[in-house]
């Protein structure tokens, strides 16, 4: 039920910060935690269908009309806007990429070095690393992501989907946030790379842990056997 009620009340809280790049990655992760549902618990899907009506009123009428008149420019700032003045933002970033490119201003710098408010934040992780770290912090942030990617990929079944759907919902965000600097990224990036070691050592006793998730073992014996027989 907890991991159940998450799901609405995951969405409502998303809602109510009114931020249009939350709301995108939001709809990407209730899309993916669909599929995974579809895969291993049809009931279930069925039974939250059939609670979409009260959920979009419990929406309706808790949330303020702003927040939808605010998310309802989504469309207007992906064809001809500034997406919230971010393009300015970005171009005082490059600017300063530029100025040392190699090993960049230092951590936590980019809005010194952007010359932006002290309020502001660079509204995207790869131009971030770029600004701070340079070229060499930014490689180093590439190898991490690819072997965090490499260690989803050694898990199986519904785990290895699940990984990948986070990833996906990461990497949205870091397009519009500088998710660098958040913990859970961290904590987020360790769990994919332990469970990818877990992959690697046991397969088949990580996949098993998960309901829904192909019985390996088995298949693999049945596999091997037909293609002795078929010798």
């Given at each position: 039920m907890l991991a159940l009620g998450y799901l609405p009340l995951g969405l409502i809280a998303v809602l109510l910060t009114a931020s249009?790049?939350?709301?995108l990655?939001?709809?990407v992760?209730?899309?993916g935690c669909g599929f995974l549902l579809v895969r291993g618990h049809a009931k279930v899907v069925v039974a939250g269908a059939l609670a979409l009506p009260a959920i979009a009123a419990v929406l309706w009428f808790g949330v303020s009309r702003e927040v939808f008149e605010r998310l309802a420019t989504i469309p207007e700032q992906l064809q001809g806007g500034d997406l919230n003045q971010r393009m300015n933002i970005w171009s005082a970033g490059w600017d300063a990429f530029v100025q040392s490119p190699l090993i960049g201003s230092g951590a936590g710098s980019f809005v010194a070095a952007a010359g932006l408010n002290p309020a502001d934040t660079a509204h995207n992780t790869a131009l971030s690393i770029l600004v701070s770290g340079?070229?060499?912090g930014f490689l180093l942030a590439v190898c991490i992501v690819i072997a965090v990617v490499m260690g989803a990929m050694q898990t199986r079944g519904n785990l290895r989907l699940a990984l990948v759907i986070v990833l996906v919902v990461w990497g949205i965000t870091s397009l519009?946030?500088?998710v660098e600097e958040s913990r859970t990224t961290w904590l987020l990036l360790g769990l994919i790379a332990a469970a990818g070691r877990l992959g690697r050592e046991d397969g088949d006793?990580?996949?098993?842990c998960f309901p829904g998730a192909v019985p390996w073992a088995g298949f693999n014996s049945a596999q091997t056997g037909l293609q002795s027989v078929g010798g």
């Open positions: 249009r790049g939350g709301f990655a939001a709809l992760a209730l899309a340079g070229l060499c519009v946030a500088t006793g990580l996949a098993s």
